[in-house]
């Protein structure tokens, strides 16, 4: 793993779940780009080759992954997919407020969102946009505090501040130790 520690039972299972969502997404986004009409887009959230793949990278049953475990898997990869284009779209905007806060406005994270919904883009709201970062932004700061070593929690502190600013489109200044404490207690 990339943390350069050992992993716990439920560590090592969540690992294997990105894996099986990594893969489950990787289906669902193909039958994505080929449906047309809303139906077809929410039955590629319940694809059955999906389901294969994901069980298959899981080490699980095809049985044992639910239409609930795709769903899950499309959601939290539309997040992580937003989540890099946040951090690329804010660090070439660089210390430019404006363009910063158009970061978030961006088409193709609207996409996103409908794509882990399984609804047509032109339908997303800007707040769904916001909601899906922010949960994102969450989760990256969080996994960073908490593989953080004792010895260096200020230098983490600070790195977790400025991902957590990269995938929300505000500036580290806005991130505040209280809100890093509100998202490790969430």
């Known amino acids: 793993n990339m943390t350069g520690r050992d992993l716990d039972d439920a560590e090592f299972e969540h690992e294997l779940m ?3 969502a990594s893969k489950a997404k990787d289906v669902m986004s193909g039958c994505m780009q080929n449906a047309t009409t809303e139906e077809e887009k929410k039955a590629c959230l319940t694809n059955a080759e999906a389901k294969k793949e994901a069980a298959k990278a899981s080490g699980r049953d095809v049985s044992d992954i639910s239409d609930e475990d795709l769903r899950k898997f499309a959601r939290e990869g539309a997040m992580a997919d937003m989540a890099e284009v946040m951090k690329a779209c804010v660090e070439a905007a660089g210390e430019n407020a404006t363009a910063r806060k158009a970061c978030s406005r961006r088409s193709d994270l609207k996409d ?7 609804g047509m883009a032109g339908k997303v709201t800007d707040s769904q946009v916001r909601e899906f970062l922010e949960k994102e932004a969450q ?12 010895s260096e929690k200020d230098v983490c502190a600070q790195q977790a501040k400025e991902l957590r600013a990269k995938a929300s489109g505000m500036s580290v200044e806005d991130i505040s130790d209280d809100l890093l404490e509100m998202d490790a207690k969430e």
């Not at 996103?112 to 399984?118: Q, R, T, Y």
């Not at 989760?139 to 004792?150: F, T």
């Open 18 to 20: 990105k894996a099986a």
């Open 112 to 118: 996103s969102v409908a794509a882990a919904m399984g």
């Open 139 to 150: 989760s990256d700061a969080l996994m960073m505090l908490k593989n953080c070593n004792e």
